[in-house]
């Protein structure tokens, strides 16, 4: 509460063997849509697992606190993440209230500052409204308004929906021409959430039967420092 914490977004997606001894379920590969290809940002562009959201093609649950993804990000990766280099990184990360009563239909329709306000205040429309709309964990996924702001200011007037055009997938620096899953649910149906297209907006897929890529995103506490590095792939940053 009251802080100003700097968030990150994996840069590549996350694979079966950085989850460690999970038995988390991987479902069909993917590979960047051949027809933006050009636009994706990612080294790996082969072979990308894909996971159910819900974390298991049986769970049917679109709240994220039921979802053994979730229990997977926050128990085997962080323990995979300590075993990176010299850090500990689970130290170095906060936990945090994430906001995850999803957005609606007609809510995903409008522009980012728009979805986030949703987001961030749970206020969504939707005809389902979940149970526990605030998870406070480590480890969460983007928001589906995180996807938007990425994009270029020309775009940040456009609704989420309407996102598969070439200023957004050329400027968006989230934007790989892959599925995947953002930690926003859809709020009009119980067994959905929501995922960036691989050709560039926002849409819904269903948890248990859609596999899509996932990239871990966590918040930095505010005692961590900035070392040094632009955070390119050939300065990355580092933290101290």
Not at 32 to 54: E, L, T
Not at 67 to 95: A, M
Request: a negative charge; aromatic letters at 12%; glycine letters at 8%.
């Amino acid at each position: 509460t009251s802080q100003n914490l700097i968030k990150l977004i994996k840069s590549e997606y996350i694979t079966k063997d950085e989850l460690g001894d999970s038995d988390i379920e991987i479902g069909s590969t993917l590979t960047p849509n051949s027809s933006y290809a050009q636009y994706a940002r990612i080294k790996n562009r082969s072979g990308i697992n894909g996971f159910y959201w819900s974390g298991s093609s049986s769970n049917y649950s679109n709240e994220w606190q039921n979802s053994s993804l979730y229990t997977t990000l926050n128990e085997n990766y962080l323990t995979k993440l300590d075993e990176i280099g010299s850090t500990t990184w689970s130290d170095k990360i906060e936990i945090v209230s994430w906001n995850i009563a999803g957005v609606s239909n007609s809510e995903r329709q409008k522009p980012a500052k728009d979805v986030f306000t949703i987001e961030m205040n749970n206020s969504t429309q939707g005809s389902v409204q979940a149970t526990t709309p605030i998870v406070d964990a480590q480890v969460g996924l983007m928001y589906a308004s995180d996807y938007g702001f990425a994009a270029s200011k020309d775009n940040w007037q456009t609704d989420l929906l309407s996102y598969s055009i070439d200023t957004n997938r050329s400027g968006n620096w989230l934007f790989n021409a892959v599925n995947e899953w953002t930690i926003s649910c859809y709020s009009d149906y119980s067994g959905s959430a929501l995922r960036v297209y691989d050709g560039g907006h926002v849409d819904n897929g269903d948890v248990n039967f859609c596999a899509y890529a996932v990239r871990p995103s966590f918040y930095l506490k505010s005692t961590v420092r900035y070392l040094e590095g632009d955070g390119s792939y050939d300065e990355p940053i580092f933290l101290g």
